[in-house]
């Protein structure tokens, strides 16, 4: 089997050829049929997903069995500010490695996020859901959703939350950084969601990516919480007392400038995994536990 992982550098593609190349993920052993599979990992000096022809020729003369697409813009404030990169990368992007998946006959695995919902209700959103972005972001995720559902049908769309992995910057580890270089650090209590480990994502996605139950999957850490229980969290298992202090969204975007729109809930049931694959994620403070355990002192710098 031949996997393409588009993104390889980022916080999920690099945790999914590593978990590939260990032959198991800290929730436990992969698919055989993963084990052992040829990894093509290319991030964007190797492909810039955003050019259709490219993309058709490399996937086109590489005739990889699976695409998993890791690539994206993911600065949720950048996209605000950039339309038309965030709508090439995270909607065209998708369009060009599903028409390229499909003219070859690969399985194509679409990674997108919680932030296609509009975040108005109070009970975990299931797959069936209606989405509703409210932001530039959101909405590039959302349009490359439907592109990748219209183009190849052999798709799995999944989508993930507040994600921390090893490689690059995420949540985590400005928490600790900020707390660190200031002493505390003040997040928001009124932002309800699920905080993800990138290593238990990656099991899901492999698990799924051997199956053909296409179709729609949300894959996040179990339980929710707020940005601020979140930080307390990681402040707790960083050892770190009295370092993180509430505000709301409001108070935050008008100190900091902040211009986009977030959804107030966005907390996601992974309904489709647990009557499909099975549902293995771990509780998210367990998940975290280890993250922050396993990285140690590195996760400072
Ligand atoms: N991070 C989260 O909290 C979160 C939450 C929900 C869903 N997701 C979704 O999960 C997926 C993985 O996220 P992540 O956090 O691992 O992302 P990430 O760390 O930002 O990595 C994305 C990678 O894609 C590359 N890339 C950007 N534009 C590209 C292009 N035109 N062609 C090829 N590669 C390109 C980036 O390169 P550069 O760094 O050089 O730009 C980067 O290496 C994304 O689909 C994201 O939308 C993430």
Known sequence: MKIMITGCNGQLGSELVSVISSGKSQIGEIPREIVGAEVLAIDIDDLDITDFKKTEEFVLNNKPDVVINCAAMTNVDGCEGMRETAFKVNALGVRNLSIASKNTGAKFVQISTDYVFEGKGNKPYT???????????????????????????????????????????????TVIRVIEQKGSITVVSDQIGNPTNANDLAHHILKLAVTDEYGIYHCTG??????????????EYSGYKDAVIPCTTTEYNNKNNVPTKRPAYSSLDNMALRCTVGDEMRKWEEALKEYIDKVGESVRH
Do not use: M
Request: hydrophobic content about 40%; glycine content about 8%.
């Open 127 to 173: 797959e069936w859901d209606i989405i509703n972005p409210v932001s530039v972001y959101g909405a590039s995720k959302a349009l490359g959703e439907k592109y990748a559902l219209s183009f190849n049908p052999k798709t799995f769309i999944v989508r993930t939350s507040w994600l921390y992995g090893f490689n690059g910057k995420n949540f985590v580890k």
């Open 222 to 235: 179990q339980g929710e919480c707020s940005w601020y229980d979140f930080a307390l969290k990681i402040a």
